[in-house]
């Protein structure tokens, strides 16, 4: 199969694909932290493990048949983030509530018009005052 800029694509088949991108949740989305390796999965590490560059990744969601394995694929890393933002700030899960759950910041500030209204006559007078005054 060939994209429209003749280019071959380096997955033929979405089960090719699938089992490339199985293989890096299961061994490539970790960070050696020295002791400890931490699951880290992202959308340029998938991209470097399946040999092409994280534009072109994007891109095959395009194609209907590997529309699936790439949304899943986004989805199980979204799920790894998100689970990071919780950590001892709050920060993160603040941001998550703001762009996932529509919270939103609010103020409420209470004000009070001092203003009264005056006839045409009346601003006009005190036009008239300002200006005698200069």
């Keep these: 199969m060939a994209n429209k800029e003749g280019r071959p694509l380096k997955y033929e088949s979405v ?6 991108i199985d293989s890096y949740f299961e061994n490539d989305a970790f960070i050696d932290m020295g002791d400890t390796k931490m699951y880290a999965p992202t ?3 998938l991209a470097y493990s399946l040999g092409i560059c994280r534009k072109t990744l994007i891109n095959y969601k395009n194609k209907d048949e590997f529309l ?3 949304k ?3 989805n199980k ?3 790894a983030l998100e689970q990071r933002l919780y950590g001892n700030n709050v ?3 603040i941001f998550n509530l703001k762009n996932n759950f529509d919270w ?3 103020q409420e500030i209470e004000t009070k018009d001092t203003t009264k209204e005056h006839s045409d006559d009346d601003l006009n007078h005190r036009i008239q005052e300002l200006i005698n005054k200069k």
């Design 91 to 93: 920060t993160g899960i």
């Design 72 to 74: 899943d694929a986004r």
């Design 15 to 20: 089960d090719d694909m699938q089992k490339a």
């Design 77 to 79: 890393i979204g799920v």
């Design 104 to 106: 939103r910041d609010k």
């Design 68 to 70: 699936h394995a790439i």
């Design 43 to 45: 959308m340029s590490g």
